[in-house]
Nanobody
């Protein structure tokens, strides 16, 4: 059973940065894709970024493009989300996901999910 554990969330002021981590365990093969989603109170979960594990190539939601960077450390089975220039609208619970079939921004396309880590951006 694949387990995903997120960490690194916290409360920051607008303009500051955070790095989220997602550690993966319990799998014998690497997933094809890893992803980050977020969910603000009262809103649907939305895709933030995804990474094609074999090549390390990435895709981003327009709302975070140029501010967020997703990366991986295959030896540690960990993916990261570097979040720069944080805005209040980035507030939400951030979830890690693994193994994707379909459209990356579709939550139904992902097989495995973590429990999430909270990010709050407020002055």
């Amino acid at each position: 059973q694949v387990q995903l554990v997120e960490s690194g969330g916290g409360s920051v002021q607008p303009g500051e940065s955070l790095i989220l981590s997602c550690a993966r365990s319990g799998d014998t093969n690497s997933p094809n894709w890893m992803g980050w989603f977020r969910q603000a109170p009262g809103k649907e979960r939305e895709g933030v970024a995804a990474l094609f594990v074999r090549r390390g190539s990435t895709v981003y939601a327009d709302s975070v493009k140029g501010r967020f960077i997703m990366s991986q450390d295959n030896e540690k089975k960990t993916v990261y989300l570097q979040m720069n220039g944080l805005k209040p609208e980035d507030t939400g619970m951030y979830y890690c996901a693994a193994e994707m079939r379909g459209v990356w921004s579709n939550i139904g396309a992902w097989r495995n999910w973590g429990q999430g880590t909270q990010v709050t951006v407020s002055s």
